[in-house]
């Protein structure tokens, strides 16, 4: 609702506390839970699900994914629900309509939970690769996942050349997934791409190597396996 600001801390001695603000007094924290996690706070992401209680997930290198009710004075009762995934968390989100969680790690891996945080499925994104018969993609690594309510979840990953590529699963309740590949991206990087922002409405992927070296594609529907020529490099859909 914008009345509450969250951010996650890194391991000081032996807390990481996730720290609330009100932005109509930020002169200092309303409350703090430091006993959610006990390393780096890594990921935070407040549900857009409306419901009585403001519910945060929270994930972290101690390898746990919480849900909190960050309206919970005190820290014992916040944790709602907690699971632990035995790896270093890098990213995680709400799956379309806060139906779930997905999270990926720092060794490629890749999940989706319940609600309640149980475990669905858990994958290494490098393998299998994907066949299209007009073209091929292995992937080396998770570059960040996009939710929308009419596209559901994609994935973005990316080659240790500099391409990317979007994928998308429709089976994201089972243990095993089924990846498809969406589209390709390639020739915009040489090298590791650390980020992507995609707007659906004007059809514009921003995508990123370092914080000072941004490039900006433009993506329309276009046949299948036809490329067209971009601001920094090509879109194969």
């Not at 995609?198 to 396996?225: K, N």
Request: proline residues 3%; aromatic residues 8%; glycine residues 8%.
């Amino acid at each position: 609702d914008g009345m509450m600001i969250a951010a996650g801390a890194e391991l000081k001695g032996d807390e990481a506390p996730i720290l609330y603000w009100d932005p109509r007094a930020p002169a200092a924290p309303v409350r703090a839970h430091a006993s959610t996690h006990s390393d780096d706070v890594t990921v935070l992401h407040f549900s857009r699900t409306s419901g009585a209680s403001r519910v945060l997930l929270s994930a972290s290198s101690d390898g746990l994914l919480s849900l909190s009710n960050a309206d919970e004075e005190d820290e014992d009762e916040a944790v709602v629900h907690v699971a632990n995934w035995g790896c270093s968390i890098a990213q995680a989100g709400w799956m379309p309509g806060g139906s779930g969680v997905w999270a990926s790690s720092d060794m490629e891996t890749f999940s989706t939970w319940s609600c309640e945080l149980d475990p669905r499925a858990s994958l290494d994104v490098r393998g299998p690769s994907l066949d299209t018969g007009q073209a091929q993609w292995v992937t080396d690594y998770i570059i960040g996942c996009h939710t929308s309510e009419r596209n559901g979840l994609s994935v973005f990953v990316g080659s240790n050349e500099g391409d990317s590529a979007l994928v998308r699963s429709t089976h994201w309740e089972q243990g095993a997934v089924n990846w498809e590949l969406e589209r390709m991206f390639v020739g915009a990087h040489t090298g590791v791409i650390r980020s992507v922002l995609w707007d659906e409405q004007v059809s514009d992927l921003v995508s990123s190597r370092f914080i000072y070296l941004i490039q900006t594609r433009t993506t329309f529907s276009l046949p299948a396996a036809r490329m067209r020529s971009c601001m920094h490099g090509h879109v194969l859909l």
